[in-house]
């Protein structure tokens, strides 16, 4: 069983930064894909990021793509989402996520408020 613990999110103004992080219970936290997807009411789950078990390949979302990074620490079983030149439209709830052995695990969610 993997246990996804996210860190809090926060209000931020048009144009500013964020960083979120999550940390993954148990020792093989490297042979994990990582991602995060997030949820905005009335908008589909979108998936923004995800990076592979080494961190050397990446996918963005067209939509983040430029403004968001993601990066991991296998040392410290965390992955990170920088997030920069926010918009209001990336208001929503913020997951990270893994499937290990065909099952999908996530965090507990972070909200992420982008005031225009």
């Known amino acids: 069983q993997v246990q996804l613990v996210q860190s809090r999110g926060g209000l931020v103004q048009s144009g500013g930064s964020l960083r979120l992080s999550c940390t993954a219970s148990g020792r093989t936290f490297s042979s994990y894909r990582m991602g995060w997807f997030r949820q905005a009411p009335g908008k589909n789950r979108e998936t923004v990021a995800a990076?592979?078990?080494?961190?050397?390949?990446?996918y963005y979302a067209d939509s983040v793509k430029d403004r968001f990074a993601i990066s991991r620490d296998n040392a410290n079983n965390t992955v990170y989402l920088q997030m920069s030149s926010l918009k209001p439209e990336d208001t929503a709830v913020y997951y990270c996520?893994?499937?290990?052995?065909?099952?999908?695990?996530w965090g507990q969610g972070t909200q992420v408020t982008v005031s225009s």
């Open positions: 996520y893994t499937i290990v052995s065909g099952r999908a695990y």
């Open positions: 990076i592979s078990r080494s961190g050397y390949t990446t």
